[in-house]
Protein backbone atom coordinates (compact mmCIF):
# COMPACT_ATOMS: atom_id res chain seq x y z
CA UNK A 1 0.00 0.00 0.00
CA UNK A 2 3.12 2.67 1.21
CA UNK A 3 4.87 1.20 -2.17
CA UNK A 4 2.19 2.27 -4.41
CA UNK A 5 1.68 5.29 -2.73
CA UNK A 6 5.21 6.30 -3.55
CA UNK A 7 5.20 5.12 -6.82
CA UNK A 8 2.08 6.77 -7.27
CA UNK A 9 3.53 10.47 -5.87
CA UNK A 10 6.86 9.73 -7.61
CA UNK A 11 5.51 9.48 -10.86
CA UNK A 12 3.52 12.43 -10.94
CA UNK A 13 6.21 14.62 -9.29
CA UNK A 14 8.66 13.40 -12.40
CA UNK A 15 6.12 14.01 -14.49
CA UNK A 16 6.07 17.42 -13.74
CA UNK A 17 9.47 17.79 -13.35
CA UNK A 18 10.06 16.25 -16.93
CA UNK A 19 8.09 19.12 -18.87
CA UNK A 20 10.77 21.08 -20.87
CA UNK A 21 10.39 24.06 -22.85
CA UNK A 22 10.96 23.53 -26.69
CA UNK A 23 14.05 24.56 -28.37
CA UNK A 24 16.22 27.48 -27.84
CA UNK A 25 19.98 27.78 -26.34
CA UNK A 26 20.15 27.88 -22.40
CA UNK A 27 22.48 30.40 -21.03
CA UNK A 28 25.16 27.85 -19.90
CA UNK A 29 28.44 29.18 -18.72
CA UNK A 30 30.83 27.66 -16.55
CA UNK A 31 29.48 27.23 -13.04
CA UNK A 32 31.77 27.72 -9.79
CA UNK A 33 30.91 24.38 -8.26
CA UNK A 34 33.66 23.33 -5.91
CA UNK A 35 33.69 19.41 -8.08
CA UNK A 36 34.28 19.70 -11.71
CA UNK A 37 31.18 18.51 -13.96
CA UNK A 38 31.29 15.15 -15.48
CA UNK A 39 30.95 14.50 -19.63
CA UNK A 40 28.66 12.40 -20.47
CA UNK A 41 29.09 11.35 -23.73
CA UNK A 42 26.27 9.23 -25.82
CA UNK A 43 26.76 6.39 -28.61
CA UNK A 44 23.12 5.91 -30.28
CA UNK A 45 24.31 2.93 -32.45
CA UNK A 46 23.47 -0.68 -31.98
CA UNK A 47 24.04 -3.20 -33.93
CA UNK A 48 20.96 -4.77 -33.41
CA UNK A 49 18.11 -3.75 -30.79
CA UNK A 50 16.50 -5.31 -28.01
CA UNK A 51 13.08 -4.61 -27.56
CA UNK A 52 12.60 -3.76 -23.97
CA UNK A 53 14.87 -0.98 -24.55
CA UNK A 54 13.59 2.38 -24.17
CA UNK A 55 17.26 4.53 -24.05
CA UNK A 56 17.75 6.61 -27.09
CA UNK A 57 19.11 4.13 -29.83
CA UNK A 58 19.07 3.12 -33.59
CA UNK A 59 20.61 0.67 -35.87
CA UNK A 60 24.05 0.93 -36.53
CA UNK A 61 25.15 2.06 -40.18
CA UNK A 62 28.98 2.84 -40.56
CA UNK A 63 29.31 5.85 -41.95
CA UNK A 64 26.79 7.95 -40.11
CA UNK A 65 28.28 6.60 -36.67
CA UNK A 66 31.64 7.77 -38.39
CA UNK A 67 30.15 11.49 -38.76
CA UNK A 68 28.44 11.27 -35.64
CA UNK A 69 31.68 10.51 -33.67
CA UNK A 70 33.43 13.35 -35.88
CA UNK A 71 30.70 15.37 -34.47
CA UNK A 72 30.81 14.43 -30.88
CA UNK A 73 34.73 15.38 -31.24
CA UNK A 74 33.83 19.09 -32.40
CA UNK A 75 31.11 19.76 -29.72
CA UNK A 76 33.90 18.59 -27.25
CA UNK A 77 35.91 21.69 -28.24
CA UNK A 78 32.58 24.06 -28.28
CA UNK A 79 32.44 22.99 -24.64
CA UNK A 80 36.24 23.54 -24.19
CA UNK A 81 35.91 27.45 -26.15
CA UNK A 82 33.07 28.18 -23.92
CA UNK A 83 35.24 27.31 -20.81
CA UNK A 84 34.21 24.70 -19.30
CA UNK A 85 35.87 22.25 -17.65
CA UNK A 86 35.82 18.59 -16.78
CA UNK A 87 37.18 15.71 -14.70
CA UNK A 88 34.99 12.65 -15.41
CA UNK A 89 34.06 10.80 -18.41
CA UNK A 90 30.79 8.76 -18.94
CA UNK A 91 30.26 6.93 -21.99
CA UNK A 92 26.88 5.18 -22.68
CA UNK A 93 24.46 4.05 -25.19
CA UNK A 94 23.29 2.47 -27.27
CA UNK A 95 27.20 0.59 -27.95
CA UNK A 96 29.57 3.15 -27.12
CA UNK A 97 32.16 0.53 -28.34
CA UNK A 98 30.69 0.41 -31.74
CA UNK A 99 33.47 1.66 -33.78
CA UNK A 100 36.35 1.44 -30.99
CA UNK A 101 39.08 3.81 -33.22
CA UNK A 102 36.05 6.38 -33.10
CA UNK A 103 36.41 6.11 -29.74
CA UNK A 104 39.73 6.15 -28.49
CA UNK A 105 39.91 9.37 -31.04
CA UNK A 106 37.27 10.65 -29.42
CA UNK A 107 38.39 10.07 -25.63
CA UNK A 108 41.89 11.41 -26.52
CA UNK A 109 40.77 14.69 -27.79
CA UNK A 110 38.57 15.38 -24.18
CA UNK A 111 41.86 14.21 -22.57
CA UNK A 112 43.82 16.90 -24.42
CA UNK A 113 40.77 19.46 -23.76
CA UNK A 114 40.07 18.85 -20.10
CA UNK A 115 41.94 17.65 -16.98
CA UNK A 116 40.04 14.22 -17.25
CA UNK A 117 40.88 11.86 -13.63
CA UNK A 118 38.48 8.90 -14.53
CA UNK A 119 36.64 7.13 -17.72
CA UNK A 120 33.66 5.11 -17.37
CA UNK A 121 32.29 3.42 -20.64
CA UNK A 122 29.89 0.58 -21.51
CA UNK A 123 29.90 -2.41 -23.56
CA UNK A 124 28.24 -5.64 -24.59
CA UNK A 125 29.25 -9.01 -24.05
CA UNK A 126 30.32 -9.67 -27.70
CA UNK A 127 32.68 -6.61 -27.92
CA UNK A 128 34.84 -7.87 -24.88
CA UNK A 129 37.63 -9.06 -27.65
CA UNK A 130 41.26 -8.77 -26.72
CA UNK A 131 41.93 -5.82 -28.94
CA UNK A 132 38.57 -3.82 -27.38
CA UNK A 133 39.92 -3.97 -23.98
CA UNK A 134 43.86 -2.82 -24.71
CA UNK A 135 42.42 -0.28 -26.80
CA UNK A 136 40.13 1.04 -23.65
CA UNK A 137 43.15 0.30 -21.27
CA UNK A 138 45.17 2.21 -23.24
CA UNK A 139 42.38 5.33 -23.37
CA UNK A 140 42.85 5.40 -19.61
CA UNK A 141 39.28 3.66 -18.72
CA UNK A 142 39.30 2.43 -15.18
CA UNK A 143 35.33 1.05 -15.09
CA UNK A 144 34.00 -1.07 -18.06
CA UNK A 145 30.45 -1.81 -17.50
CA UNK A 146 28.89 -4.87 -19.21
CA UNK A 147 25.17 -5.08 -20.46
CA UNK A 148 24.56 -8.81 -19.35
CA UNK A 149 21.13 -8.88 -17.91
CA UNK A 150 21.15 -12.46 -17.14
CA UNK A 151 22.61 -15.72 -17.32
CA UNK A 152 19.44 -17.62 -18.26
CA UNK A 153 19.01 -18.58 -21.46
CA UNK A 154 15.50 -18.86 -21.57
CA UNK A 155 15.40 -15.05 -20.34
CA UNK A 156 18.46 -14.05 -22.59
CA UNK A 157 15.72 -15.26 -25.60
CA UNK A 158 13.21 -13.55 -24.25
CA UNK A 159 15.13 -10.42 -24.43
CA UNK A 160 15.99 -11.28 -27.46
CA UNK A 161 19.76 -11.48 -26.57
CA UNK A 162 20.60 -15.08 -26.86
CA UNK A 163 21.38 -14.63 -30.64
CA UNK A 164 23.77 -11.49 -30.11
CA UNK A 165 25.64 -12.18 -27.38
CA UNK A 166 25.23 -16.13 -26.98
CA UNK A 167 24.65 -18.24 -24.19
CA UNK A 168 24.77 -17.43 -20.62
CA UNK A 169 27.87 -19.55 -20.41
CA UNK A 170 29.30 -18.08 -23.50
CA UNK A 171 28.70 -14.42 -21.71
CA UNK A 172 30.39 -15.71 -18.82
CA UNK A 173 33.33 -17.22 -20.35
CA UNK A 174 34.12 -13.85 -22.14
CA UNK A 175 33.52 -11.71 -18.74
CA UNK A 176 35.74 -13.89 -16.77
CA UNK A 177 39.40 -13.08 -18.51
CA UNK A 178 38.89 -9.21 -18.16
CA UNK A 179 38.47 -9.30 -14.74
CA UNK A 180 41.85 -7.36 -13.05
CA UNK A 181 42.13 -5.36 -16.64
CA UNK A 182 39.98 -1.87 -15.15
CA UNK A 183 39.77 -0.74 -11.34
CA UNK A 184 36.64 -1.32 -11.96
CA UNK A 185 34.02 -4.43 -14.32
CA UNK A 186 30.64 -3.96 -13.60
CA UNK A 187 27.89 -6.05 -14.21
CA UNK A 188 25.35 -4.64 -15.47
CA UNK A 189 21.75 -7.35 -14.56
CA UNK A 190 18.09 -6.79 -14.87
CA UNK A 191 15.25 -7.42 -11.67
CA UNK A 192 11.76 -8.12 -12.14
CA UNK A 193 11.66 -8.93 -16.25
CA UNK A 194 8.16 -10.14 -16.56
CA UNK A 195 9.16 -13.76 -17.34
CA UNK A 196 11.94 -13.79 -14.49
CA UNK A 197 11.50 -15.77 -11.23
CA UNK A 198 13.04 -16.34 -8.26
CA UNK A 199 15.21 -19.47 -9.55
CA UNK A 200 16.81 -17.78 -12.04
CA UNK A 201 17.46 -15.06 -9.69
CA UNK A 202 19.46 -16.79 -7.40
CA UNK A 203 21.20 -18.55 -9.96
CA UNK A 204 22.48 -15.56 -12.17
CA UNK A 205 23.66 -14.46 -8.21
CA UNK A 206 25.39 -17.91 -8.06
CA UNK A 207 26.95 -17.22 -11.48
CA UNK A 208 27.92 -13.63 -10.13
CA UNK A 209 29.67 -14.64 -7.14
CA UNK A 210 31.51 -17.50 -8.46
CA UNK A 211 32.77 -15.10 -10.94
CA UNK A 212 33.88 -12.18 -8.37
CA UNK A 213 32.95 -8.96 -10.90
CA UNK A 214 34.27 -5.94 -9.19
CA UNK A 215 31.07 -4.48 -9.30
CA UNK A 216 27.23 -5.72 -9.88
CA UNK A 217 24.06 -3.16 -11.21
CA UNK A 218 21.30 -4.51 -10.66
CA UNK A 219 18.55 -2.29 -12.48
CA UNK A 220 14.64 -2.88 -11.67
CA UNK A 221 13.10 -3.04 -15.26
CA UNK A 222 12.48 0.65 -16.44
CA UNK A 223 10.52 0.99 -19.47
CA UNK A 224 8.59 3.78 -20.76
CA UNK A 225 4.85 3.58 -20.81
CA UNK A 226 5.05 2.34 -24.59
CA UNK A 227 7.88 -0.25 -24.18
CA UNK A 228 5.57 -1.10 -21.41
CA UNK A 229 2.62 -1.89 -23.49
CA UNK A 230 4.87 -4.31 -26.10
CA UNK A 231 5.91 -6.40 -22.87
CA UNK A 232 2.41 -6.28 -21.25
CA UNK A 233 1.28 -8.06 -24.77
CA UNK A 234 4.12 -10.60 -24.72
CA UNK A 235 5.09 -11.61 -20.97
CA UNK A 236 1.97 -10.14 -19.08
CA UNK A 237 2.05 -7.12 -16.61
CA UNK A 238 4.77 -6.37 -14.72
CA UNK A 239 4.25 -7.15 -11.22
CA UNK A 240 5.61 -4.68 -8.29
CA UNK A 241 5.45 -7.12 -5.23
CA UNK A 242 7.87 -9.53 -6.89
CA UNK A 243 10.22 -6.45 -7.35
CA UNK A 244 9.95 -6.07 -3.98
CA UNK A 245 10.76 -9.80 -3.42
CA UNK A 246 13.67 -10.03 -5.70
CA UNK A 247 15.07 -6.86 -4.38
CA UNK A 248 15.47 -7.96 -0.87
CA UNK A 249 16.56 -11.09 -1.82
CA UNK A 250 19.96 -9.57 -3.94
CA UNK A 251 20.68 -6.89 -0.91
CA UNK A 252 20.74 -10.32 1.18
CA UNK A 253 22.61 -12.55 -0.94
CA UNK A 254 25.13 -9.52 -2.18
CA UNK A 255 26.05 -7.31 0.78
CA UNK A 256 27.81 -9.93 3.14
CA UNK A 257 30.58 -10.02 -0.56
CA UNK A 258 29.75 -6.67 -1.37
CA UNK A 259 28.50 -2.97 -0.11
CA UNK A 260 26.11 -0.99 -1.51
CA UNK A 261 27.34 2.27 -3.57
CA UNK A 262 24.03 3.06 -4.37
CA UNK A 263 20.49 1.95 -3.84
CA UNK A 264 20.72 -0.81 -6.69
CA UNK A 265 24.74 -0.87 -6.83
CA UNK A 266 26.97 -3.24 -4.87
CA UNK A 267 30.84 -2.71 -5.37
CA UNK A 268 33.57 -4.92 -3.89
CA UNK A 269 35.95 -1.72 -2.83
CA UNK A 270 35.86 1.78 -3.55
CA UNK A 271 34.59 1.05 -7.11
CA UNK A 272 33.39 4.03 -9.14
CA UNK A 273 29.85 4.29 -8.84
CA UNK A 274 27.71 3.23 -12.03
CA UNK A 275 25.46 6.19 -11.82
CA UNK A 276 27.44 10.08 -12.37
CA UNK A 277 24.17 11.38 -11.36
CA UNK A 278 25.14 10.17 -7.72
CA UNK A 279 28.97 11.16 -7.91
CA UNK A 280 28.82 14.35 -9.81
CA UNK A 281 26.33 17.35 -8.66
CA UNK A 282 26.43 18.53 -12.83
CA UNK A 283 26.98 17.01 -16.08
CA UNK A 284 27.02 18.10 -19.39
CA UNK A 285 25.46 16.11 -22.29
CA UNK A 286 26.79 15.59 -25.51
CA UNK A 287 25.83 13.26 -28.66
CA UNK A 288 22.11 13.04 -29.95
CA UNK A 289 19.53 12.66 -27.07
CA UNK A 290 21.75 13.54 -24.34
CA UNK A 291 20.82 14.68 -21.21
CA UNK A 292 23.17 17.57 -19.13
CA UNK A 293 22.45 19.35 -16.26
CA UNK A 294 24.52 22.22 -15.10
CA UNK A 295 23.56 25.44 -13.20
CA UNK A 296 20.30 24.41 -11.99
CA UNK A 297 19.76 23.64 -16.01
CA UNK A 298 19.06 20.53 -17.48
CA UNK A 299 18.71 20.60 -20.94
CA UNK A 300 18.47 17.49 -23.70
CA UNK A 301 19.99 17.41 -26.93
CA UNK A 302 18.33 17.13 -30.51
CA UNK A 303 17.11 13.31 -30.64
CA UNK A 304 17.27 13.27 -34.55
CA UNK A 305 20.78 12.79 -35.35
CA UNK A 306 21.50 13.88 -38.81
CA UNK A 307 19.82 17.12 -37.10
CA UNK A 308 22.77 16.86 -34.53
CA UNK A 309 25.35 16.76 -37.23
CA UNK A 310 24.45 19.33 -39.44
CA UNK A 311 23.64 21.74 -36.30
CA UNK A 312 27.61 21.02 -35.15
CA UNK A 313 28.94 20.98 -38.38
CA UNK A 314 27.37 24.89 -38.35
CA UNK A 315 28.81 25.52 -34.42
CA UNK A 316 25.67 25.51 -33.67
CA UNK A 317 24.83 24.13 -29.84
CA UNK A 318 22.48 20.79 -30.68
CA UNK A 319 19.87 21.82 -27.71
CA UNK A 320 16.44 21.06 -28.13
CA UNK A 321 14.87 21.40 -25.00
CA UNK A 322 15.66 23.19 -21.60
CA UNK A 323 14.60 23.83 -18.03
CA UNK A 324 15.51 25.91 -15.50
CA UNK A 325 15.25 24.41 -12.12
CA UNK A 326 14.41 26.71 -8.96
CA UNK A 327 16.54 26.27 -5.82
CA UNK A 328 13.82 24.97 -3.63
CA UNK A 329 13.38 22.19 -6.95
CA UNK A 330 17.42 22.18 -7.45
CA UNK A 331 17.82 20.88 -3.38
CA UNK A 332 14.61 18.90 -4.11
CA UNK A 333 16.58 16.47 -6.71
CA UNK A 334 20.09 16.68 -5.04
CA UNK A 335 18.05 15.05 -1.82
CA UNK A 336 17.02 12.31 -4.11
CA UNK A 337 20.22 11.94 -5.80
CA UNK A 338 22.39 11.83 -2.50
CA UNK A 339 20.24 9.69 -0.63
CA UNK A 340 20.57 7.29 -3.74
CA UNK A 341 23.68 7.15 -3.12
CA UNK A 342 22.73 5.75 0.33
CA UNK A 343 23.99 8.90 2.26
CA UNK A 344 22.95 12.93 2.81
CA UNK A 345 25.84 15.00 4.48
CA UNK A 346 23.35 18.04 5.70
CA UNK A 347 27.07 19.86 6.37
CA UNK A 348 27.88 19.46 2.81
CA UNK A 349 24.30 20.42 1.62
CA UNK A 350 24.10 23.57 3.70
CA UNK A 351 27.81 24.54 1.75
CA UNK A 352 26.42 24.31 -1.25
CA UNK A 353 22.81 26.24 -0.33
CA UNK A 354 24.55 28.70 1.46
CA UNK A 355 22.83 27.57 4.73
CA UNK A 356 19.44 26.29 3.97
CA UNK A 357 18.65 22.12 4.46
CA UNK A 358 15.65 21.75 6.76
CA UNK A 359 13.57 25.26 5.23
CA UNK A 360 12.98 23.81 2.06
CA UNK A 361 13.62 19.84 2.73
CA UNK A 362 11.53 19.66 5.94
CA UNK A 363 8.41 18.29 4.46
CA UNK A 364 10.22 15.51 1.88
CA UNK A 365 12.50 14.17 5.60
CA UNK A 366 9.63 14.74 7.65
CA UNK A 367 7.73 12.10 5.03
CA UNK A 368 10.38 9.39 4.28
CA UNK A 369 11.14 9.18 7.96
CA UNK A 370 7.87 8.37 9.18
CA UNK A 371 7.92 5.65 6.25
CA UNK A 372 10.31 4.73 8.07
CA UNK A 373 13.16 5.24 4.51
CA UNK A 374 15.46 7.33 6.87
CA UNK A 375 17.23 7.69 10.04
CA UNK A 376 20.14 10.01 11.32
CA UNK A 377 23.48 9.25 12.47
CA UNK A 378 25.14 13.07 12.90
CA UNK A 379 26.22 14.87 10.15
CA UNK A 380 24.20 12.17 7.76
CA UNK A 381 20.57 10.95 6.59
CA UNK A 382 21.10 7.35 5.63
CA UNK A 383 18.60 4.97 4.16
CA UNK A 384 17.11 2.37 6.04
CA UNK A 385 17.04 -1.01 5.14
CA UNK A 386 13.35 -0.52 4.19
CA UNK A 387 14.77 2.90 2.92
CA UNK A 388 16.87 1.33 0.38
CA UNK A 389 13.82 -0.30 -1.81
CA UNK A 390 11.86 3.27 -1.11
CA UNK A 391 14.63 4.36 -3.27
CA UNK A 392 14.72 1.85 -5.75
CA UNK A 393 11.15 2.76 -6.10
CA UNK A 394 11.70 6.72 -6.43
CA UNK A 395 14.62 6.19 -8.78
CA UNK A 396 12.72 3.63 -11.05
CA UNK A 397 9.91 5.96 -11.28
CA UNK A 398 12.72 8.91 -12.05
CA UNK A 399 14.09 6.61 -15.06
CA UNK A 400 10.82 6.13 -16.26
CA UNK A 401 9.90 9.60 -16.51
CA UNK A 402 13.15 10.58 -18.43
CA UNK A 403 12.50 7.22 -20.78
CA UNK A 404 8.65 8.92 -21.43
CA UNK A 405 10.57 12.19 -22.08
CA UNK A 406 12.51 10.65 -25.03
CA UNK A 407 9.98 8.97 -26.13
CA UNK A 408 7.73 12.26 -26.24
CA UNK A 409 10.54 14.17 -27.88
CA UNK A 410 11.48 11.50 -30.41
CA UNK A 411 8.38 11.10 -31.68
CA UNK A 412 7.67 14.57 -31.98
CA UNK A 413 11.36 15.01 -34.14
S1 LIG B 1 19.64 -2.79 -24.34
FE1 LIG B 1 21.69 -2.01 -24.91
S2 LIG B 1 22.24 -3.26 -26.72
FE2 LIG B 1 20.02 -3.49 -26.46
S3 LIG B 1 19.15 -1.87 -27.80
FE3 LIG B 1 19.32 -1.01 -25.72
S4 LIG B 1 21.27 0.05 -25.72
FE4 LIG B 1 21.30 -1.35 -27.49
Given amino acids: MLNAIIT ?154 YEKYGSGEVIARRLSPVLGNFDTLNADMIFNFPSQNMQNLERDIDVLMSLGVDQITYYPLMISDSTRQVLREKFGQIDYRKEEQFYHRIAERLLPAYRLSSAWCFSKKEAMIDEYIVDYDEYAGIGSGSIGYLNGTCYANTFHIREYISRIDHDEMPIAAVRTFLLRDQMRYDFLMKLFGTKLDVRDFRTKYRGIFYRVLWPSILAFSLAGSLTYRAPCFHLTKQGRYTWVIMMREFFIAVNNFRDFFRAGQ
Avoid: W
Wanted: hydrophobic share 35%.
Fill in 8 to 161: ERARREFARAMQFENGGAPQLHPGDSQKLPLLYIHIPFCEKLCPYCSFHRVLFERTLCRDYFSALRKEITLYKKAGYRFSGIYVGGGTPTVMIEELEDTLALAGECFPIREISVETNPDHLTDRNIAVLKKAGVNRLSVGIQSFDDRLLRDMDR
